[in-house]
C-alpha cells in the first residue's frame, strides 16, 4: 500500500525539541522530493519544508529557519524533521507529504504541542 | 512572500448546486496553483493540480481554471461528500502558500 506514516509527535515545554519521523512505503521514495506541511488547531495550512530526493537541497518557511532541520534516509524510506528551540506557535499537526510542485500523498500527521 | 486569499472563506450550498471558490495571488504564479480537499479530521487531498489537471480517481464534477493571478475550484452538482474544507496552493516560489481555506457547508 502507498502510505506515509508520521511518528514522534508529542508534548514538549517551549524551548525544547522534536524529532518527527515519516514511513514511506509502497512507492520509490527516492525518487521524490518530499515536505512538510502543518496546521495548527483549527486554522489552515502552511508550508513548513522540503527536501529533494538526494537530500543536497532544502527548503524552509522563515519562521522555521534556524530552528528546523530537515533530513531523509533513502535506504531506510524515511524523513525526518528535527525541531529546536519550540514555541507556542508551532503547536501544530504535522504531515508528511511527497512532491515539491504539488502533494499527492499525505500522511495522516501527527500533532506536537509546545506548552509549559 | 506569495499571499494567497481565497474567497468566500465560507458557504453554504445545497446537494446539486454549482459551487465557485476562488483564489487570488499577491503576485502573478503562472499556472503553479493546486487544489486540495480536507474533510474534518482528515488529512488534506489533492483534487486539482496545475491549475486545471484533475487528480487521478478525483471525480470530473471537479474542474480548476485561471493563470497569473486569479484562478476558481468549481464543483458541479455538489454532492454530500462534497462538504468540506478546499484550500488553494502556489508553488511558483519558496514558500509554497496556502490560501486561507473555504469552508463548504450544508444549506
Known amino acids: 500500500e502507498v502510505q506515509l506514516v508520521e511518528s514522534g509527535g508529542g508534548l514538549v515545554q517551549p524551548g525544547g525539541s522534536l524529532r518527527l519521523s515519516c514511513a514511506a512505503s509502497g512507492f520509490t521514495f527516492s525518487s521524490y522530493w518530499m515536505s512538510w506541511v502543518r496546521q495548527a488547531p483549527g486554522k489552515g495550512l502552511e508550508w513548513v519544508a522540503n527536501i529533494k530526493q538526494d537530500g543536497s537541497e532544502k527548503y524552509s518557511v522563515d519562521s522555521v529557519k534556524g530552528r528546523v532541520t530537515m533530513s531523509r534516509d533513502n535506504a531506510k524510506n524515511s524523513l525526518y524533521l528535527q525541531m529546536n528551540s519550540l514555541r507556542a506557535e508551532d503547536t501544530a499537526v504535522y504531515y508528511c507529504?511527497?512532491?515539491?510542485?504539488?502533494?499527492?500523498?499525505w500522511g495522516r500527521g501527527t500533532l506536537v504541542t509546545v506548552s509549559s | 512572500d506569495i499571499q494567497m486569499t481565497q474567497s468566500p472563506s465560507s458557504l453554504s450550498a445545497s446537494v446539486g448546486d454549482r459551487v465557485t471558490i476562488t483564489c487570488r495571488a499577491s503576485q502573478s504564479i503562472s499556472s503553479y496553483l493546486h487544489w486540495y480537499q480536507q474533510k474534518q479530521g482528515k488529512a488534506p487531498n489533492l483534487l486539482i493540480y496545475?491549475?486545471?489537471t484533475l487528480q487521478s480517481g478525483v471525480p470530473s464534477r471537479f474542474r480548476g481554471s485561471g493563470s497569473g493571478t486569479d484562478f476558481t475550484l468549481t464543483i458541479d452538482n455538489l454532492q454530500p461528500e462534497d462538504f468540506a474544507t478546499y484550500y488553494c496552493q502556489q508553488s511558483y516560489s519558496i514558500p509554497h502558500t496556502f490560501g486561507g481555506g473555504t469552508k463548504v457547508e450544508i444549506k
Open positions: 496545475a491549475p486545471s
Open positions: 507529504a511527497r512532491g515539491y510542485w504539488y502533494f499527492d500523498l
